[in-house]
């Protein structure tokens, strides 16, 4: 007699601030090369944390640690709890959404179909339910006018959104987000990371890699500054961004100061024009 396989269950819902994944002196080596070095980091379900840090700092490694994707040369990554290689494949794709910094697709998919492909983990549970989250990503992230068109037919920034409408749709109380404005305009960069703090409200835990600092300061709960592989600072923005540690870390004179009108935290480089 045959039997079976059980299909795994989505978690329980999280509480504001658990800690739904988390490095603790995270290690981690590509090839010959360390990359992080001794990182400790949490991921708190309401929170969107931001990975900040100039180029080759560690923010994707780090980020694919996190999503299971790599390898701890050393100390290791907990998600919900447990070690990270403790969890099937299926059970961290009901667990954890990633979006990679490009996506390529070598098939025709329309818009909707790659959308749709975030709904895989779910095994047509609900149809309904599939239904629903697709219509729903595609409207967050204003792609719905062209679900029919092919995703190789888009412009870049229309792909990163469809993309990131995938990773909605899986409806993940993790989401894990490399680079997601770094092909949009300004409308459509400010869109992603209401769409993030939107998420976040409603529970789940966000992680997103970012270049733009007046972004991160505008829009994470938390921020974690990363340097040569290693966590320079982490909190809140208006606690860890400074023209000293900013100018250090990223080898180029940075200000920090307040907008006249409103106060939100502006981050800024010094120029001599």
Known sequence: MKL???RPSPP???????????AKDLHVRLGSRQ???GVS???RAGEVLALVGPNGAGKSTLLGALAADLPAAAGGVRIHG???ADWSAPELALRRAVLPQSATLSFPFTVEEVVRMGRAPHAAVSPADDDLAVVAAMAATEVTAFAARPFSALSGGERARVALARVLAQRAQILLLDE???ALDLKH?????RVCRERARAGDAVVVVLHDLGLAAAYAHRVAILCAGRVAADGPPAEVFSDALLSEVY????EVLPHPRTGQLLVAPKRNL
């Open 35 to 37: 990359v992080l070095g």
């Open 189 to 193: 960069q400010e869109l992603v990371l």
């Open 12 to 22: 329980a819902p999280a509480e504001p601030g658990d800690v739904l994944a988390e």
């Open 41 to 43: 980091v949490s991921v």
């Open 251 to 254: 080898d180029q004179p940075v």
């Open 82 to 84: 447990r070690p990270a």
């Open 180 to 182: 997601p404005t770094a």
């Open 4 to 6: 079976l396989r059980s």
